[in-house]
């Protein structure tokens, strides 16, 4: 990326100032340092305002910022984006971070950043960059897994991965708008992507450092198939199946949308009753409530990850050009 295009870091965090610290160092030691990081404090906590006071990034500075309640992981980046869109040149970069995954190597950033500007360059249209992404499968609602053999040089997706240093050209924010606040958690960067591609954008990922991630975690060959068996249920599952109805219906994938519910969110609990009866009850009844809600709109923080039912409507927004947050 040439040097009058900044690397802008947006950092959601929630009650991990230690962790959040130790991440912050660690950006400080990259050979390319973030120019500006935005922590987005999902609690507003003072332990979190004093970490990002005193961490030290080369080059470059750390800002506080709290939305004024939990906003998730979507809702947290959504509001970094706005902050960035502030102050931030269209040739600039948002770079998404981790408060608990920080780069893997020390020229991970400055690898990426070479990327963003190459495919710049190859292709005026690239709106977002990544270790890795992929390709969703809207017959059956799923993401597709890029073969190895394709893991070579820039890889053509229709989505760029979560903790793989997904980076969006500022130009296209500003244009498409932020992340979708209404998902809270999972599948944001699905769904951005999806929404950056329909527009005609292009999202990469970077084949090799792809390929050499699946090798380091003893992926390659891999078969993506779905488990028929249940897994105590938890917060997760429920925004996953919410989600994952949304986005379909908003895409006008409605027949998917109908093939998820049943088959995700009754088909397995129920197929499973007669061997868990206990555990598939339980999933039976997050997912109804998810497959309601997802049919329904009703989105936002519905479940807290500290447990609970949030009480409430929220109004759901389009995901319109002018931007879904």
């Not at 007669?274 to 339980?282: D, E, I, N, T, W």
Request: proline letters at 6%.
């Amino acid at each position: 990326m040439s040097s009058d295009a900044r690397l802008i870091g947006v950092l959601p965090t929630y009650r991990r100032a230690d962790l959040l610290r130790s991440t912050l160092a660690e950006l400080g030691t990259q050979t390319r340092p973030p120019d500006v990081v935005i922590v987005v404090d999902n609690e507003g906590s003072g332990d979190t305002e004093a970490v990002v006071a005193s961490a030290t990034i080369p080059g470059g500075r750390a800002e506080y910022l709290f939305p004024g309640e939990n906003m998730g992981f979507a809702g947290g980046v959504a509001a970094g984006m706005r902050r960035a869109l502030e102050f931030a040149d269209d040739r600039d970069w948002i770079l998404l971070l981790d408060d608990d995954d920080p780069p893997r190597f020390r020229t991970a950033l400055a690898t990426m950043d070479d990327f963003a500007r190459s495919m710049r360059d190859r292709d005026p249209r690239t709106a977002a960059v990544g270790i890795s992404g992929g390709w969703f499968d809207w017959r059956r609602g799923r993401m597709r897994r890029v073969p190895d053999r394709d893991l070579v040089d820039a890889v053509p997706v229709d989505h760029v991965a979560g903790n793989q240093l997904p980076c969006f050209r500022v130009a296209a924010v500003r244009e498409m708008g932020v992340f979708c606040d209404e998902l809270f958690f999972g599948f944001s960067e699905l769904e951005y992507g999806l929404r950056l591609w329909r527009a005609g954008y292009s999202l990469y990922g970077h084949g090799p450092l792809w390929l050499e991630s699946r090798t380091r975690t003893g992926r390659l060959n891999h078969e993506m198939r779905p488990s028929r068996r249940l897994s105590p249920p938890n917060w997760r599952d429920y925004y996953s199946l919410r989600n994952a109805i949304f986005i379909l219906r908003r895409f006008d994938a409605t027949t998917t949308a109908v093939r998820v519910t049943v088959v995700q969110g009754l088909a397995k609990p129920i197929a499973n009753l007669p061997l868990s009866p206990v555990l598939a009850l339980r999933h039976l009844r997050t997912n109804l409530r998810a497959i309601g809600h997802g049919w329904t709109g009703r989105m936002g923080r519905r479940v807290d990850p500290d447990g609970g039912l949030r009480a409430g409507k929220a109004k759901v927004r389009a995901l319109t050009p002018e931007g879904s947050g």
